[in-house]
C-alpha cells in the first residue's frame, strides 16, 4: 500500500529561522515525490518535485531513499512561507497519494 | 504554470437533489483528471481518475452510482453528486495532467457543496 505521513500538523517558528517540514513514505515501486504548497484561500500548487533537483523560493527537499523521507527544508523562514504544506507521491500509475498536510506558521 | 478551474465554487443543495461540478482545463489538453475531496483539517482523498474518452477509475470506498464522473472532452470533467445527503457535504477539488508535463499535476479552485 501506499502511505504518505506528515507527522506534524502544525510547524511554528520565528521569522529568520530555519524550517523543516516531515514527509516520510511507504511504496514498494519506485515513486516520484512532490511538496505542495496552498496559500491562505489560494489554490493548491506545486512547491517542488525531487526529480527537478531544484530550489524553490528557498526551499529544498531531498529524496533519502534509504529513510524513505523527504523532508521540506528551508534555511530562513519568511512570514510569506505560511501555508499548508502537502507532501504527495506519485506511483508508477501517476496516481497520486497527499500526506495530511502540515500548517507552518512563521511568526515575526 | 496551467490553469484548472471549477465551477462551481460554491453550493448549497436540499437533500436528494444532484449537484454537478465542472473541472476544466484552460490553456492545456488535459487526458488526466483526478478528484479529490477534503475534509476539514484533512488530507485530500482521491476519489477518482478519469480518462478523456473511458470509463473513470474510482478508488476503493468511493460509490460509483453516487459520483458519477464524465471526461467528455479533454478540458472538461464533470462530477456529479447524486441524490445528495448531508454527509456529501465537503470540499471537492479537481486536478489535471498529462498535457503539459508529464506526471505533474495542475489543480482547480475546488468546490464547496453544503448538502442541508
Known amino acids: 500500500a501506499q502511505r504518505v505521513t506528515q507527522p506534524e500538523k502544525l510547524l511554528s517558528v520565528f521569522k529568520g529561522a530555519p524550517v523543516e517540514l516531515k514527509c516520510n513514505y511507504s511504496?514498494?515501486?519506485?515513486?516520484?515525490l512532490f511538496w505542495y504548497v496552498q496559500y491562505s484561500r489560494q489554490r493548491l500548487q506545486l512547491l517542488l518535485r525531487h526529480i527537478s533537483r531544484e530550489s524553490i523560493k528557498g526551499f529544498t527537499a531531498d529524496l533519502n531513499k534509504g529513510e524513505t523521507s523527504f523532508h521540506l527544508k528551508k534555511p530562513f523562514a519568511q512570514e510569506e512561507d505560511s501555508a499548508m504544506y502537502y507532501c504527495a507521491l506519485a506511483d508508477n500509475f501517476n496516481k497520486f497519494y497527499f500526506g495530511s498536510g502540515t500548517k507552518l506558521n512563521v511568526k515575526p | 504554470g496551467a490553469v484548472v478551474s471549477q465551477h462551481p465554487s460554491r453550493v448549497i443543495c436540499k437533500s436528494g437533489t444532484s449537484v454537478k461540478i465542472e473541472c476544466r482545463s484552460l490553456d492545456f489538453q488535459a487526458t488526466t483528471m483526478f478528484w479529490y475531496r477534503q475534509f476539514p483539517k484533512k488530507s485530500l482523498m482521491l476519489m477518482a481518475t478519469s480518462n478523456e474518452g473511458s470509463k473513470a477509475t474510482y478508488e476503493q470506498g468511493v460509490e460509483k452510482d453516487k459520483f458519477l464522473i464524465n471526461h467528455a472532452s479533454l478540458t472538461l470533467s464533470t462530477l456529479t453528486v447524486t441524490s445528495a445527503h448531508p454527509e456529501d457535504s465537503s470540499f471537492y477539488i479537481c486536478?489535471?495532467?498529462?498535457?503539459?508535463?508529464?506526471?505533474?499535476?495542475?489543480f482547480g479552485p475546488g468546490t464547496r457543496l453544503t448538502v442541508l
Open positions: 486536478s489535471a495532467g498529462g498535457g503539459v508535463s508529464y506526471n505533474e499535476q495542475f
Open positions: 511504496y514498494s515501486g519506485s515513486p516520484e
